[in-house]
Protein backbone atom coordinates (compact mmCIF):
# COMPACT_ATOMS: atom_id res chain seq x y z
CA UNK A 1 0.00 0.00 0.00
CA UNK A 2 1.35 3.26 -0.68
CA UNK A 3 2.64 5.32 2.15
CA UNK A 4 1.21 9.05 2.63
CA UNK A 5 3.91 11.13 4.78
CA UNK A 6 2.82 14.54 6.34
CA UNK A 7 4.24 17.37 7.82
CA UNK A 8 4.31 18.84 10.25
CA UNK A 9 1.93 16.11 12.75
CA UNK A 10 0.83 18.79 15.04
CA UNK A 11 0.99 22.78 15.41
CA UNK A 12 -0.06 25.19 16.87
CA UNK A 13 -1.02 28.53 15.53
CA UNK A 14 -1.86 32.11 16.74
CA UNK A 15 -5.43 33.49 15.36
CA UNK A 16 -4.84 34.97 11.49
CA UNK A 17 -1.88 33.32 10.69
CA UNK A 18 -2.07 30.42 8.15
CA UNK A 19 -0.13 26.90 8.13
CA UNK A 20 0.92 25.23 5.08
CA UNK A 21 0.40 21.24 5.22
CA UNK A 22 2.69 18.72 2.97
CA UNK A 23 2.04 15.64 1.57
CA UNK A 24 4.53 13.38 -0.26
CA UNK A 25 3.21 9.95 -1.14
CA UNK A 26 5.99 7.30 -1.87
CA UNK A 27 4.54 5.72 -5.43
CA UNK A 28 2.76 6.66 -8.04
CA UNK A 29 -1.14 7.68 -7.50
CA UNK A 30 -3.91 8.47 -9.22
CA UNK A 31 -6.09 11.30 -6.93
CA UNK A 32 -4.82 12.97 -3.78
CA UNK A 33 -7.24 14.42 -1.69
CA UNK A 34 -7.59 16.26 2.09
CA UNK A 35 -9.83 15.57 4.86
CA UNK A 36 -10.94 17.40 7.90
CA UNK A 37 -11.52 15.63 10.67
CA UNK A 38 -13.06 17.62 13.81
CA UNK A 39 -12.43 16.59 17.10
CA UNK A 40 -14.40 13.32 17.70
CA UNK A 41 -16.31 13.28 14.43
CA UNK A 42 -15.83 12.08 10.92
CA UNK A 43 -14.06 12.71 7.97
CA UNK A 44 -15.51 15.05 5.79
CA UNK A 45 -13.85 15.57 2.25
CA UNK A 46 -11.87 19.27 2.02
CA UNK A 47 -11.24 19.12 -2.13
CA UNK A 48 -9.53 16.83 -4.54
CA UNK A 49 -6.05 18.23 -5.77
CA UNK A 50 -5.84 17.97 -9.04
CA UNK A 51 -2.31 17.70 -10.73
CA UNK A 52 -1.16 21.09 -12.12
CA UNK A 53 -4.35 22.74 -12.18
CA UNK A 54 -7.19 24.24 -9.43
CA UNK A 55 -8.55 21.35 -7.05
CA UNK A 56 -12.00 20.73 -6.66
CA UNK A 57 -13.55 22.18 -3.79
CA UNK A 58 -16.56 20.30 -1.90
CA UNK A 59 -19.50 22.42 -0.77
CA UNK A 60 -18.76 24.43 2.06
CA UNK A 61 -15.04 24.70 1.06
CA UNK A 62 -13.47 27.49 -0.73
CA UNK A 63 -10.17 28.54 -2.29
CA UNK A 64 -9.32 31.63 -0.67
CA UNK A 65 -9.85 29.79 2.89
CA UNK A 66 -7.76 26.10 1.84
CA UNK A 67 -6.05 26.73 -1.40
CA UNK A 68 -4.39 23.60 -2.72
CA UNK A 69 -1.62 22.74 -4.44
CA UNK A 70 -0.34 19.66 -6.53
CA UNK A 71 2.29 20.15 -8.82
CA UNK A 72 3.43 16.56 -9.37
CA UNK A 73 1.62 13.48 -8.82
CA UNK A 74 3.08 12.86 -5.88
CA UNK A 75 2.91 15.91 -3.79
CA UNK A 76 0.61 18.21 -2.53
CA UNK A 77 0.03 21.05 0.33
CA UNK A 78 -2.83 22.42 1.92
CA UNK A 79 -3.18 25.67 3.47
CA UNK A 80 -5.20 26.76 6.07
CA UNK A 81 -5.92 30.31 5.42
CA UNK A 82 -6.55 33.02 8.13
CA UNK A 83 -7.23 30.68 10.88
CA UNK A 84 -9.25 31.08 13.63
CA UNK A 85 -10.34 28.74 16.49
CA UNK A 86 -12.88 27.09 14.67
CA UNK A 87 -10.09 25.67 12.30
CA UNK A 88 -8.58 23.81 15.34
CA UNK A 89 -8.78 20.25 13.51
CA UNK A 90 -7.58 17.01 11.98
CA UNK A 91 -6.04 17.80 8.34
CA UNK A 92 -5.64 14.24 6.53
CA UNK A 93 -4.13 13.73 3.64
CA UNK A 94 -5.14 10.42 1.33
CA UNK A 95 -4.51 9.42 -2.00
CA UNK A 96 -5.47 6.09 -4.66
CA UNK A 97 -2.81 4.36 -5.38
CA UNK A 98 -2.14 3.65 -9.31
CA UNK A 99 -4.13 0.19 -10.46
CA UNK A 100 -5.23 0.26 -7.14
CA UNK A 101 -8.44 1.99 -6.11
CA UNK A 102 -8.41 1.61 -2.42
CA UNK A 103 -7.86 4.68 -0.28
CA UNK A 104 -5.07 5.37 2.14
CA UNK A 105 -4.46 8.14 4.28
CA UNK A 106 -1.24 9.85 6.30
CA UNK A 107 -1.29 10.06 9.62
CA UNK A 108 -2.58 13.57 9.78
CA UNK A 109 -1.98 17.00 10.46
CA UNK A 110 -3.29 18.13 14.40
CA UNK A 111 -3.88 21.98 14.10
CA UNK A 112 -4.94 23.55 17.11
CA UNK A 113 -5.71 27.39 16.70
CA UNK A 114 -5.24 30.09 19.93
CA UNK B 1 -27.71 13.93 0.05
CA UNK B 2 -25.91 10.81 0.58
CA UNK B 3 -25.55 9.58 4.10
CA UNK B 4 -24.20 6.65 6.08
CA UNK B 5 -25.31 6.08 9.19
CA UNK B 6 -23.34 3.62 11.80
CA UNK B 7 -23.94 2.05 15.42
CA UNK B 8 -22.92 1.81 17.69
CA UNK B 9 -21.06 4.83 18.75
CA UNK B 10 -19.43 3.03 21.51
CA UNK B 11 -18.68 -0.28 22.26
CA UNK B 12 -17.42 -2.01 25.05
CA UNK B 13 -16.26 -6.00 24.89
CA UNK B 14 -14.31 -8.15 26.79
CA UNK B 15 -11.47 -9.70 25.48
CA UNK B 16 -11.79 -12.62 23.66
CA UNK B 17 -15.50 -11.78 22.54
CA UNK B 18 -16.68 -10.78 19.65
CA UNK B 19 -17.42 -7.22 18.10
CA UNK B 20 -19.46 -6.26 15.65
CA UNK B 21 -20.31 -2.71 13.76
CA UNK B 22 -23.38 -1.88 11.43
CA UNK B 23 -23.21 0.38 8.82
CA UNK B 24 -26.62 1.62 6.67
CA UNK B 25 -25.71 3.83 3.37
CA UNK B 26 -28.82 5.43 1.62
CA UNK B 27 -26.85 5.44 -2.00
CA UNK B 28 -27.91 2.79 -4.21
CA UNK B 29 -25.23 3.38 -6.31
CA UNK B 30 -22.62 3.01 -3.67
CA UNK B 31 -20.08 -0.32 -5.11
CA UNK B 32 -17.36 -0.52 -2.31
CA UNK B 33 -16.86 -0.45 1.21
CA UNK B 34 -13.72 -0.16 3.11
CA UNK B 35 -13.77 -0.01 6.86
CA UNK B 36 -10.83 2.16 8.97
CA UNK B 37 -9.45 1.56 12.33
CA UNK B 38 -7.99 4.70 13.61
CA UNK B 39 -5.70 5.21 16.66
CA UNK B 40 -4.97 7.85 18.73
CA UNK B 41 -2.97 10.30 17.67
CA UNK B 42 -2.98 8.49 13.86
CA UNK B 43 -4.50 8.32 10.80
CA UNK B 44 -6.88 6.07 9.51
CA UNK B 45 -5.58 2.43 8.57
CA UNK B 46 -7.89 0.45 5.93
CA UNK B 47 -8.43 -2.84 7.60
CA UNK B 48 -10.98 -4.60 5.33
CA UNK B 49 -13.18 -3.98 2.42
CA UNK B 50 -15.87 -5.44 0.23
CA UNK B 51 -17.07 -4.72 -3.24
CA UNK B 52 -20.71 -4.55 -4.24
CA UNK B 53 -20.54 -8.10 -6.15
CA UNK B 54 -19.74 -10.20 -2.80
CA UNK B 55 -21.78 -10.66 0.17
CA UNK B 56 -18.74 -11.20 2.95
CA UNK B 57 -15.29 -11.17 3.11
CA UNK B 58 -12.83 -12.30 5.49
CA UNK B 59 -9.22 -12.00 6.88
CA UNK B 60 -8.24 -13.74 9.79
CA UNK B 61 -10.68 -12.29 12.83
CA UNK B 62 -11.58 -10.00 10.71
CA UNK B 63 -14.40 -10.26 8.83
CA UNK B 64 -17.27 -8.18 6.85
CA UNK B 65 -20.73 -8.59 5.04
CA UNK B 66 -23.23 -6.49 2.82
CA UNK B 67 -26.58 -6.96 1.94
CA UNK B 68 -27.43 -4.95 -1.27
CA UNK B 69 -30.96 -4.82 -0.72
CA UNK B 70 -31.15 -3.96 2.55
CA UNK B 71 -28.08 -1.49 2.01
CA UNK B 72 -26.17 -2.30 5.21
CA UNK B 73 -23.00 -3.61 5.88
CA UNK B 74 -21.25 -5.18 8.61
CA UNK B 75 -17.65 -4.94 10.58
CA UNK B 76 -17.23 -8.64 12.21
CA UNK B 77 -14.22 -9.31 15.13
CA UNK B 78 -13.67 -12.17 16.56
CA UNK B 79 -11.55 -13.42 19.44
CA UNK B 80 -11.05 -9.16 20.34
CA UNK B 81 -7.68 -8.50 22.13
CA UNK B 82 -6.82 -5.00 23.78
CA UNK B 83 -4.66 -3.98 20.28
CA UNK B 84 -8.25 -3.51 18.85
CA UNK B 85 -9.44 -0.52 20.44
CA UNK B 86 -9.36 1.91 18.39
CA UNK B 87 -12.33 4.29 16.66
CA UNK B 88 -13.53 2.00 13.42
CA UNK B 89 -14.84 4.10 10.81
CA UNK B 90 -17.12 2.53 7.86
CA UNK B 91 -17.41 4.11 4.28
CA UNK B 92 -19.56 3.61 1.26
CA UNK B 93 -18.23 4.68 -2.35
CA UNK B 94 -20.03 5.88 -5.25
CA UNK B 95 -18.48 6.61 -8.84
CA UNK B 96 -14.61 6.58 -8.47
CA UNK B 97 -13.55 8.45 -5.36
CA UNK B 98 -16.75 9.82 -3.84
CA UNK B 99 -16.53 8.68 -0.30
CA UNK B 100 -18.93 8.92 2.75
CA UNK B 101 -17.76 8.07 5.61
CA UNK B 102 -19.76 7.03 9.00
CA UNK B 103 -19.79 8.99 12.37
CA UNK B 104 -17.72 6.41 13.88
CA UNK B 105 -17.52 3.35 16.54
CA UNK B 106 -15.10 3.83 19.81
CA UNK B 107 -14.39 0.29 20.47
CA UNK B 108 -12.60 -0.50 24.10
CA UNK B 109 -11.58 -3.94 24.24
CA UNK B 110 -11.27 -4.79 27.85
CA UNK B 111 -8.61 -7.07 29.49
Known amino acids: SAVISQKPSRDICQRGTSLTIQCQVDSQVTMMFWYRQQPGQSLTLIATANQGSEATYESGFVIDKFPISRPNLTFSTLTVSNMSPEDSSIYLC???????????FGSGTQLSVL | GENVEQHPSTLSVQEGDSAVIKCTYS??????FPWYKQELGKGPQLIID?????GEKKDQRIAVTLNKTAKHFSLHITETQPEDSAVYFCAARSGTYKYIFGTGTRLKVLA
Open chain 1, 94 to 104: SATETGVEKLF
Open chain 2, 27 to 32: DSASNY
Open chain 2, 50 to 54: IRSNV
